[in-house]
């Protein structure tokens, strides 16, 4: 069964930086891609990023420049680097994946979600 653990967020003021990380288990194969999502009160999910199975990685325009999403496939674990935080930064964060993604930007694509850990940017 594959489980998804996030962690790392906390309260920061603008300006400042997290580091996301998501633990994987219930698989090994590096196939598998992997992605952040958030999510605000009272406004839809959003992609954040992708790291692709062939080690590609996307952003969302909102975000690129101050992101960085990486892998560390011994430790089968995904991060998230956010630098530059913004007040609009604030959501729940959510890592995800799944093994065949077509779509990295589409929720749907994927059926394997963390809990979520919440960030909070203060202004």
């Known amino acids: 069964q594959v489980q998804l653990v996030e962690s790392g967020g906390g309260s920061v003021q603008a300006g400042g930086s997290l580091r996301l990380s998501c633990a994987a288990s219930?698989?090994?194969?590096?196939?598998?891609?992997m992605g952040w999502f958030r999510q605000a009160p009272g406004k839809e999910r959003e992609w954040v990023a992708a790291?692709?199975?062939?080690?590609?990685?996307s952003y969302a325009d909102s975000v690129k420049g101050r992101f960085t999403i990486s892998k560390d496939n011994a430790k089968n674990t995904l991060y998230l680097q956010m630098n530059s935080l913004k007040p609009e930064d604030t959501a729940m964060y959510y890592c995800?994946?799944?093994?065949?993604?077509?779509?990295?930007?589409?929720?749907?694509?994927?059926?394997?979600w963390g809990q979520g850990t919440q960030v909070t940017v203060s202004s």
């Open positions: 995800v994946t799944d093994l065949w993604v077509d779509a990295v930007t589409s929720p749907d694509e994927y059926n394997y």
């Open positions: 219930g698989y090994t194969d590096s196939r598998y891609c």
């Open positions: 790291a692709d199975r062939d080690g590609s990685t």
